[in-house]
């Protein structure tokens, strides 16, 4: 069996009033957070992004195997053929493969096939995630929990950007494949999400929605 290593914990503990205002500070920011669609073309600041990647991938993930890809697409050519090629799936979405219910969720967002934040945004991070991992040698290793460590680690990678004071937009073509094809990803990585990142367009509006309330949410037992 594998030696395991251990070393001391860095924990920092805060009085109890400390700690309520850390929360309703951190709870107040992030609800600020919102998916934006319409972005400006002003490059982010150079480290910004690679900080932000650096904080999802302290994400826990299963055996730690942190089976993600981060692809960082900033070259023009690049976002147009993510754009044209999203596109052409999102038409074939919206035109046949969205049921009526699909379609009436998505009417309140204001969404439709054409996606040019794919080429105004200056920053489209692609994760990946990773089924297995190949080794050197040809052979595989196994991964776990891989979409629930994606997802955390795109939690994460979510936060930061906000944090930093960039906008962002998850963005799930309704097909995926593509990306894998135009950005060359080995055989055992699946796209997971493409994030959209940098500044909002000026005059940038967002739709009246919500969140649902704690109660809604959540139960205490
Ligand atoms: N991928 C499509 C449809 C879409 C689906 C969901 I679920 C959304 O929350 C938003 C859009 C699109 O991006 O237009």
Redesign the pocket.
């Known amino acids: 069996m594998a030696e395991s290593q251990f070393v001391s914990l860095d924990y920092r503990e805060y009085p109890a009033e400390e700690m309520r205002r850390r929360a309703a500070v951190f709870y107040a920011d992030v609800r600020r957070r919102r998916s934006v669609r319409r972005f400006s073309s002003q490059p982010v600041p150079a480290g910004v992004v690679e900080d932000c990647v650096r904080a999802a991938a302290t994400a826990p993930s299963g055996a730690n195997k942190q089976p993600y890809h981060f692809v960082v697409v900033t070259d023009p050519q690049v976002k147009r053929r993510i754009r044209a090629a999203?596109e052409a799936?999102?038409h074939a979405?919206?035109q046949r493969r969205?049921s009526q219910e699909?379609l009436d969720?998505?009417a309140p967002?204001g969404?439709?096939?054409h996606?040019p934040f794919l080429e105004i945004a200056p920053c489209l991070i692609v994760i990946f995630m990773q089924r297995y991992s190949l080794l050197p040698d040809g052979a595989t290793a196994k991964h776990y929990y891989v979409q629930e460590s994606a997802g955390i680690a795109v939690g994460v990678l979510i936060a930061a950007i906000h944090h930093a004071g960039l906008v962002s937009l998850?963005?799930?073509?309704?097909r995926m494949g593509f990306l894998k094809k135009i950005l060359g990803r080995p055989e055992n990585e699946r796209p997971f999400l493409l994030l959209a990142v940098g500044y909002p367009a000026e005059g940038a509006t967002v739709p009246n929605i919500c969140k649902k309330s704690l109660e809604e949410i959540a139960t205490f037992v």
């Open positions: 999203a799936e999102e979405f919206y969205a699909w969720d998505l967002l969404t439709d096939a996606k998850p963005y799930t073509p309704s």
